[in-house]
């Protein structure tokens, strides 16, 4: 079904790199839009400007860009409901707080941050937590307890003052999650949150709120740490009596490992990244590695992501990002947190890499086999890719697993020689070596006949043979079908693989 009323919009603050979570939220976010023929929005939200982080902004861009997620409208892409950074909508804001406190939503609070600090002292000295509601109100520095005249004056002289939502008491709040369904809350657990602070800027409530009703907002689909906000979002809308949207709160990503939020602390502690791209803390020049840098495919990550709270009813684990637009459903988003496991992620890159075409891989390896100080063709580096792909999750793997195609041993492993070098070897491999000469055109098929036929005629140990072979070809007793190596070196490079190997193990056993 399209429907074009569909709005939805992920609403970063930028304050540092952007957490896999978030995401995952533009992801889900991205699927609604793209399953119902809606548009999808990015938001930059940095009314608090003491958070502010350089470059995270960019950072945010860029790494939706790596991992194929596109908005319609936002930051970067402009749109007819901009400017999409709240810094740039300043001017937006103080009517609209000015209008509650007028309708009597809200109210001037005079309370000094000193005044404030002291009662909670207070409070905490008597083991009691201070919390500016219904109750304290009526004590404190307000337009609710100062007459008009006296509030006036203040706010005449310049006096520093915040708007704050005058939360009203003992109202049961209903509220609908699209996936929690119904939710209800006492307002009497609520405070008077801040709207709009002494230096002239909403908080992100207020922010929030006019922004996802003048961007016509349908569905707000967020973390579940926005939870607990929703009451008030939900009374905000309400006191400006403007129809609200949607809601859905996401599952939280929880460690592998225990419970509790994924944290840049479990990767760092367990080994994987937890953000899209490497980061480079702008204050401290710490450096936290990224998926990207850590060798997964942007398919493979986004459809990792996807399965991390979502599924599709059935067995499938595999989806392209078309396929997911398709199989997506907030119906089917679950309530429960969803545990990160790392070797499950490198598995989905592992179901990626080995559906990449050989040729693909041999480019991406290129480079680590000119740093290795190996000049090779890639059509033969094609050749050795196909054969061990399947052993890798990473392209950074694939050379430790193939790099003998393109260098004879420089030593020869301890164990395997113990293990199969034995009295007849040295004889036998000399043997074998004019064995190869022969061999016409040196195919994999036609060396092993050649080889297989010598072996019966002198009735040797197949097994034997080969493993001494394998060693003096790749220096180890590891690597794909023994032939299919033998014709991938060559014939000229695997007689001399022999000669060398009977020259440093001969000489080494006799
Ligand atoms: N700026 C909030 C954040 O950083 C947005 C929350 C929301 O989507 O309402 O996650």
Redesign the pocket.
């Known amino acids: 079904m399209s429907n074009s009323n569909i709005r939805v ?5 930028p ?1 540092g790199p952007l957490h896999i979570g ?1 995401v995952r ?1 533009a992801l889900y976010n991205y699927l609604f839009a793209r399953k119902n023929g809606g548009k999808f929005i990015l938001r930059i ?1 940095d009314t608090d400007q003491t958070r502010l982080v350089s470059g995270a902004e960019k950072y945010i861009i860029d790494s939706f860009k790596w991992c194929g997620i596109e908005f319609d409208e936002g930051v970067a892409s402009g749109g007819d409901y901009g400017p999409y950074r709240q810094s740039d909508r300043k001017h937006i804001y103080p009517a609209y707080a000015e209008e509650l406190v007028k309708s009597g939503h809200a109210y001037y609070a005079f309370d000094t941050p000193d005044e404030l600090n002291k009662i909670r002292t207070d409070y905490e000295l008597q083991k009691l937590t201070f919390v500016y509601n219904a109750v304290a109100r009526k004590k404190l520095r307000n337009s609710l307890t100062l007459t008009e005249e006296e509030t006036n004056k203040l706010l005449e002289s310049g006096e520093p003052y915040v708007i704050r939502f005058c939360m009203p008491e003992n109202k049961i709040v209903v509220m609908n999650d699209m996936i929690r369904g119904k939710v209800e809350v006492n307002t009497s657990a609520l405070d008077d949150k801040v709207l709009f602070k002494s230096d002239g800027m909403p908080t ?1 409530h207020l922010a ?1 709120i006019v922004d ?1 009703h003048l961007m016509e907002i349908s569905h ?1 689909i ?2 579940e ?2 939870l607990p ?1 929703l009451p008030l979002h939900v009374l905000l809308y309400e006191a400006f009596n403007w129809e609200k949207p949607e809601f859905a709160h996401l599952p939280l990503l929880l460690k592998p490992d225990g419970n509790g939020k994924l944290s840049k602390r479990d990767g760092d502690r367990l080994g994987f990244p937890v953000f899209p791209l490497e980061w480079k803390d702008p204050k401290t020049g710490n450096i936290s590695t990224g998926f990207r840098e850590e060798g997964y495919f942007a398919d493979a990550f986004i459809n990792l992501l996807a399965m991390l709270g979502w599924n599709p009813g059935d067995e499938r684990e595999l989806f392209s990002m078309e396929e997911l637009t398709e199989a997506f459903s907030i119906e089917r988003v679950g309530k429960s947190g969803a545990k990160f496991d790392p070797v499950k992620a490198a598995w989905f890159n592992h179901q990626y890499l080995i559906r990449v075409d050989n040729e693909t891989l041999a480019g991406l390896l290129m480079p680590i086999a000119i740093k290795n100080g190996v000049l090779v063709e890639k059509e033969q580096l094609s050749i050795a890719v196909g054969m061990v792909k399947e052993r890798v999750n990473f392209v950074s793997e694939l050379w430790d697993h193939l790099d003998f195609f393109f260098k004879q041993p420089e030593n020869y492993d301890h164990k395997s020689v113990k293990k199969c070098w034995k009295e007849g070897s040295y004889n036998q491999m000399a043997e074998l070596k004019d064995v190869l000469l022969e061999v016409d055109d040196f195919t994999a098929e036609n060396t092993e006949k050649a080889v297989k036929k010598w072996i019966e005629n002198n009735e040797y140990k197949t097994g034997a043979v080969m493993n001494a072979f394998r060693l003096l070809l790749v220096g180890e007793l590891k690597g794909p079908h023994l032939f299919d190596i033998v014709a991938l070196i060559g014939q000229e490079a695997s007689v001399e693989r022999i000669e060398q190997g009977l020259h440093e193990i001969g000489r080494i056993e006799n």
């Open positions: 919009r992920f609403a970063p603050s304050t978030g939220t939200e992100y929030n996802d707000v967020r973390g740490e926005w906000s």
